[in-house]
């Protein structure tokens, strides 16, 4: 089955400076690769996503990126800011999306 | 978005005994939900999928009889912790996707269990 690593754990920023996480997927069959965000006791919220027909997308400060020859993808958040600190985990799915694997999450601590 | 609620969202109960936790979707028909449980800084995995009006399909390794699933409805999928013991205490989130949607889940605000 499809395995999702995470990399950093965790990541400390200032407050206005960007934030870098990156993970790699295993099944190259996987064609749908969200990134949620979660606070503390909450329920993950989508972010961004991405499909394996594009290699880049925007939603104003975030960005994921996707090299599927790699096998990895990548979230970029920009002019960071207090309330973007959280759990961001990103995931990966095939077969129309139905199964998401995890990946292992990343603690966001934006300082000020 | 879409809207998928669960309930309840805290529950404390003594080794042994039995929980169900729900998951509805409440503005769409939902053939398919999906049980994660994540515990304290870990990820969400995958514990089953619920199939509307057929039996639930498992992840390898979570155990079908201490875990049921239920989904009789299109709007509605329970969970019962059979015989739950201290080491079940988790958080377990419940998700669906509207129909015809292939990209987002939506997840359900989650289910803290603790066991006594």
């Known amino acids: 089955g499809e395995n999702v690593e995470q990399h950093p754990s965790t990541l400390s920023v200032q407050e206005g400076d960007s934030a870098v996480i990156k993970c790699t997927y295993s099944?190259?069959?996987?064609?749908?690769f969200p990134w949620y965000k979660q606070e503390l006791g909450k329920r993950p919220q989508l972010i961004i996503d991405?499909?394996?027909?594009?290699g880049e997308k925007k939603d104003q400060r975030i960005a994921v990126t996707l090299n599927k020859t790699a096998k990895h993808f990548s979230l970029h958040i920009t002019e960071t800011q207090p309330e973007d600190s959280a759990v961001y985990f990103c995931a990966a799915s095939s077969g129309g999306g139905n199964k998401l694997t995890f990946g292992t999450g990343t603690q966001l601590k934006v300082e000020l | 978005g879409a809207v998928v609620s669960q309930h309840p969202s805290r529950v404390i109960c003594k080794s042994g005994t039995s929980v169900k936790i729900e998951c509805r979707s409440l503005?769409?028909?939902?053939?398919?939900m999906f049980w994660y449980r994540q515990f304290p800084k870990q990820s969400l995995m995958l514990m089953a999928t619920?199939?509307?009006?057929?039996?639930?399909?498992?992840e390898q390794g979570v155990e079908k009889d201490k875990f049921l699933i239920n989904h009789a409805s299109l709007t509605l999928s329970t969970l019962t912790v059979t015989s739950a013991h201290p080491e079940d205490s988790s958080f377990y989130i419940c998700s669906a996707r509207p129909p015809l949607n292939t990209g987002e889940l939506f997840f359900g605000e989650g289910s803290r269990l603790t066991v006594l």
């Open positions: 099944d190259s069959a996987s064609n749908y």
């Open positions: 503005d769409f028909q939902a053939t398919t």
């Open positions: 991405i499909r394996s027909n594009v």
């Open positions: 619920s199939n509307e009006g057929s039996k639930a399909t498992y």
